[in-house]
């Protein structure tokens, strides 16, 4: 049995030299939340309003269900754009104007698209560019539940860490695996 492979290299993500201002990208992934993802984040974040985890008092409010803890709803929609937009980032540097215009429920389906707003070259570090996004969260609804900006530090092509030279290395106990 052959461990050869005929490596035909996937999306690897975009480089500095990649992103064009007017750029805009659809992000391929929605993501259905789950109640336990509400209830896990606001117990990880230690977030103590009950609008996240206690229905009787969420079906009290205008709401009437339990709100999803928004800080989750940012680090979503921020995790779907990282196949388009921070694959290859060196470090976040921050996210401004971020606001929730409509409220995200467990059972909704996110999906996300970002525009980039601005390039530039970085001053101090000649192998990194700065790349702005505008990111704009939405449900199954097309309702827009989050919009931010985003400013990261993105490697320029060949400067930063190679994971694609990593290859699996095919001794006598992983050929046999392939055996069975």
């Not at 975009?14 to 993802?37: C, K, M, N, S, W």
Request: with cysteine; proline share 5%; charged share 25%.
């Amino acid at each position: 049995m052959t461990t050869d492979k005929n490596y035909v290299p996937g999306w690897t993500g975009r480089y500095f030299e990649d992103f064009q201002v007017g750029d805009a990208y659809r992000h391929p992934l929605g993501r259905t939340i789950t109640r336990t993802d509400n209830i896990w984040t606001t117990l990880l974040t230690q977030n103590t309003s009950p609008i996240h985890f206690d229905a009787h008092y969420a079906a009290q409010t205008e709401f009437e269900r339990p709100l999803v803890d928004s800080t989750f709803t940012l680090a979503l929609i921020t995790g779907q754009s990282v196949t388009d937009l921070s694959q290859h980032v060196f470090a976040n540097l921050g996210w401004d104007k971020v606001r929730l215009p409509h409220p995200v429920f467990e059972g909704d389906t996110l999906y996300s698209e970002s525009e980039v707003l601005s390039i530039r070259e970085s001053k101090s570090r000649p192998e990194i560019g700065i790349v702005t996004v505008r990111t704009t969260g939405f449900n199954q609804r097309s309702e827009v539940v989050i919009i931010f900006e985003r400013t990261l530090m993105v490697y320029k092509r060949g400067c930063g860490p190679d994971f694609t030279a990593v290859r699996p290395e095919w001794d006598e106990l992983s050929r046999k695996a392939l055996e069975h």
